[in-house]
């Protein structure tokens, strides 16, 4: 029987609170925490390999413990702090245990996309690490457009994978293909947690969208900003935040900056006087706390319609099931991303090309029309709860699995 291997699940944002998060008292986004519980509680129990000198603390700190026994303890610590029961994990340090027909989940992001190509950087063996687990690798390509030169020429020295997103990107996506090529590609779309759900009527919501979402960092990389003429992840996000007062007939927008202290310069700068104090300052109080500000359930009750607008890279936002699942009408491009997973443009959502002019036109036209809107808003929550609940999306990672070849 297949089963699944999480490849140092204590690491990133994606499952639970990281350790180090949990101690600066900086929130987790959990994007991904519903494969990672609802597989637990499908088999009522999960394996996990860990790599040494695996933390989620700043580099610096990991030459200081970077042994079996200090990752092991960060680990325990992680599963106390997110009420994993540490009896039905199983620990794995070596392959020696691992079955063939086992399959190792990763995320691509920080695991391969920060590794130097002339192998000088210690991250630069994770590769060798991975390829010493003789088992069949499936990579999750969440942010795979991070430095992807790089992530890409690893995957070419990877042994033995798959890869998996909300969307294909090996067949809808022309960026991701400038590097990647025939990969064997799965799709699995994001799930809501239990606590989006549909309590408010539609007739008693403000009749407007509400724009939800983060502007990440802007990406740094040369290919990336060449192919598509700026670092921007996402444009559409950025365009509406920047001209909200503009469009505030229209749009109530809720879209935040990852990183708030670049918006706050000046008192950082009063107590940078030099990097290391600012790298501290940054480590310490560098959060984003104006999204987790509002209740985001509340919200999405309170409009008839939301955008969460897409990343520029192929891939959408978490949002769009939570607001469909609130009974919400979602407002997404006229993309594969969404008519791949069976949505209907203008019957399950209501699409639009992807500018501020066409989506300002689409908004004026169902705030006059109130039926249609109702309508597709109930189509679409219809829908959701068929497939975006984590069950739903969890059994499906499961028929995946049944398929790979191994």
């Not at 400038?178 to 539609?202: G, Q, V, W």
């Not at 209740?295 to 999405?300: A, S, T």
Request: glycine share 4%; aromatic share 16%; hydrophobic share 35%.
């Amino acid at each position: 029987m297949k089963k699944i291997v999480f490849f140092n699940p204590h690491l990133g944002i994606w499952f639970k609170q990281p350790v180090y998060m949990w101690l600066t008292r900086r929130r987790s986004i959990k994007k991904y925490e519903y494969i990672f519980d609802g597989y637990l509680n499908e088999h009522n129990h999960i394996d996990v390999f860990l790599s040494s000198g695996s933390s989620s603390f700043p580099r610096f700190f990991r030459h200081i413990y970077g042994n079996k026994i200090f990752v092991l303890i960060e680990f325990l610590i992680w599963c106390k702090i997110n009420r994993v029961p540490v009896y039905k994990v199983s620990i794995h340090f070596d392959n020696k245990k691992l079955d063939h027909r086992d399959i190792l989940f990763l995320f691509l992001y920080e695991n391969l996309s920060y590794v130097k190509v002339d192998n000088s950087s210690d991250y630069a063996k994770i590769v060798d690490v991975l390829n010493q687990v003789k088992i069949k690798k499936m990579l999750h390509c969440t942010h795979y457009m991070y430095n992807w030169q790089f992530a890409s020429f690893n995957l070419s020295r990877l042994n033995d994978y798959c890869l998996i997103a909300e969307n294909n990107l090996a067949r809808n996506s022309i960026f991701f293909n400038t590097h990647i090529k025939d990969a064997e590609f799965y799709t699995l779309p994001f799930a809501a947690s239990k606590r989006f759900n549909n309590y408010k009527l539609f007739e008693s919501r403000i009749n407007k969208v509400i724009a939800t979402g983060t502007i990440t960092y802007p990406i740094q990389d040369t290919e990336f900003n060449k192919y598509f003429g700026h670092g921007d992840i996402h444009p559409m996000r950025k365009e509406i935040y920047e001209k909200k007062s503009l469009i505030q007939n229209y749009i109530d927008s809720y879209i935040s900056p990852i990183n708030e202290i670049d918006n706050n310069k000046n008192s950082l700068t009063k107590i940078s006087k030099c990097k290391l104090f600012e790298k501290i300052y940054k480590l310490l109080y560098d959060k984003q706390t104006k999204y987790f500000s509002f209740d985001i359930v509340e919200k999405y009750n309170d409009y008839r319609m939301f955008v969460v607008p897409e990343e520029i890279n192929d891939l959408p936002g978490i949002g769009f099931v939570e607001g469909m699942m609130c009974g919400s009408a979602f407002i997404g491009k006229n993309d594969p991303m969404y008519t791949d997973l069976g949505m209907i443009p203008d019957y399950h959502y209501i699409a639009y090309n992807n500018t501020i002019e066409d989506l300002v036109a689409k908004i004026s036209y169902y705030q006059q029309h109130e039926q249609e809107l109702k309508k597709i808003a109930k189509q679409g929550y219809e829908f959701a709860l068929n497939n975006f609940t984590g069950e739903k999306v969890v059994r499906k990672f499961i028929e995946i699995l049944d398929r790979i070849n191994l």
